[in-house]
Nanobody, 120 residues
Framework: QVQLVESGGGLVQPGGSLRLSCAAS????????MGWYRQVPGKQRELVAS???????VYADSVKERFTVSRDNVQKTVTLQMNSLKPEDTAVYYC??????????????WGQGTQVTVSS
C-alpha cells in the first residue's frame, strides 16, 4: 500500500532553518503531485507548497521567498527547505501525495505529520 514517511521536524529559533523530507512508496504511477500542508490546533489544514510531476510549484503567500519545495522523481521524495522561520510557522506539517491516471485524480494520501516549532 501507499506509504509516506516524513522526517526533519523539530525546534528552531526564529530566523533559523529546517528541512523536511518525505519518502513515498507503494505505487507505480508516474503522474503524481507531492507537497506539504500544515495545521495548528483549531484551524483547518492549509497548503504550504506543492510540486507537480512536471515541476510546477505553488506556494502559500505566507511562505513565498522563504520556503522552497523540490522533488526527486526517481527516489519519489519531496523536500521542503524552510528558511527565515517565524513563530507563526509553528504547526504540524503533513506530506501529501495526489495520484493521477490519464489526467484524472484517483487518490490522495497523507503522512503521519511532523511537528515544527519556531520559538526562542
Amino acid at each position: 500500500q501507499v506509504q509516506l514517511v516524513e522526517s526533519g521536524g523539530g525546534l528552531v529559533q526564529p530566523g533559523g532553518s529546517l528541512r523536511l523530507s518525505c519518502a513515498a512508496s507503494g505505487f507505480f504511477y508516474n503522474s503524481y503531485g507531492m507537497g506539504w500542508y500544515r495545521q495548528v490546533p483549531g484551524k483547518q489544514r492549509e497548503l504550504v507548497a506543492s510540486v507537480t510531476s512536471g515541476g510546477s510549484t505553488v506556494y502559500a503567500d505566507s511562505v513565498k521567498e522563504r520556503f522552497t519545495v523540490s522533488r526527486d522523481n526517481v527516489q519519489k521524495t519531496v523536500t521542503l527547505q524552510m528558511n527565515s522561520l517565524k513563530p507563526e510557522d509553528t504547526a504540524v506539517y503533513y506530506c501529501n501525495l495526489r495520484l493521477y491516471v490519464g489526467g484524472s485524480f484517483i487518490g490522495e494520501y497523507w503522512g503521519q505529520g511532523t511537528q515544527v516549532t519556531v520559538s526562542s
